[in-house]
């Protein structure tokens, strides 16, 4: 899978300045701090598109990245959508409002969502917050695509065993049952499972 062209296209603080349209787009959400800006660069092969911060709750927006891609003779394009991270307990309560209230106009919007990447740290069991955001997209009927980042922070049977467990943690959300193929394990920081993951995303804009 290549990558034509990547760009950011509108930084949206309401809801009014999303994009006009809509040919299919692939939401990434996850707690602050879980690497999703990281990730967000790794698969669209620029190192500074999407800024990173160490500080918690940087992105306050939802930012949609145009992308163009092709595999073969056949190309397509669709939007990579960053929404804010959820989880930052020392934001002020109005920000917090304020997020929750623009990420659910976006889920409300009747965009094109084709799916929405759940990124977890493979170091951390998921929480309420975690497992409240499955239960919501899996209640809508919107597609998951479950990825376990900064896998090269384990190793071994360490990987293994943390990966089945974390992946067994979402099963009673209705995930298959738990095989090598079921599991988007990455490093964003190393690029592994990098590829693997953008042929299952980007297929989806073809």
């Known amino acids: 899978m290549r990558i034509l062209r990547a760009d950011l296209e509108v930084c949206a603080f309401k809801n009014k300045q999303f994009p006009e349209n809509d040919p299919g787009e692939i939401a990434f959400a996850g707690r ?66 304020r997020w929750e209230r623009l990420i659910g106009d976006y889920f409300s919007s009747g965009r094109r969502i084709l799916a929405v990447v759940t990124i977890f740290d493979i170091r951390r069991t998921p929480d309420h917050l975690d497992l409240e955001l499955v239960s919501f997209l899996r209640f809508h009927s919107i597609p998951i695509v479950p990825v376990f980042n900064k896998c090269d922070k384990l190793s071994g049977s360490s990987l293994f ?32 499972g990098i590829e693997r993951l953008k042929q299952e995303i980007f297929s989806s804009f073809l």
């Open 32 to 97: 602050s701090n879980v690497g999703k800006s990281s990730l967000l660069n790794k698969i669209m092969g620029r190192r500074k598109l999407v800024k990173v911060s160490s500080r918690p709750g940087f992105t306050q927006s939802i930012n949609f990245f145009s992308v163009s891609v092709r595999q073969g003779d056949q190309e397509g394009n669709g939007y990579l959508v960053d929404l804010p991270g959820y989880g930052y307990a020392k934001a002020p309560r109005s920000v917090i409002k």
């Open 161 to 192: 065993k943390r990966t089945r467990d974390l992946w067994e943690s979402l099963g009673r959300f209705g995930f298959d049952e738990f095989d090598d193929t079921s599991v988007f394990c990455v490093s964003a920081r190393t690029g592994a």
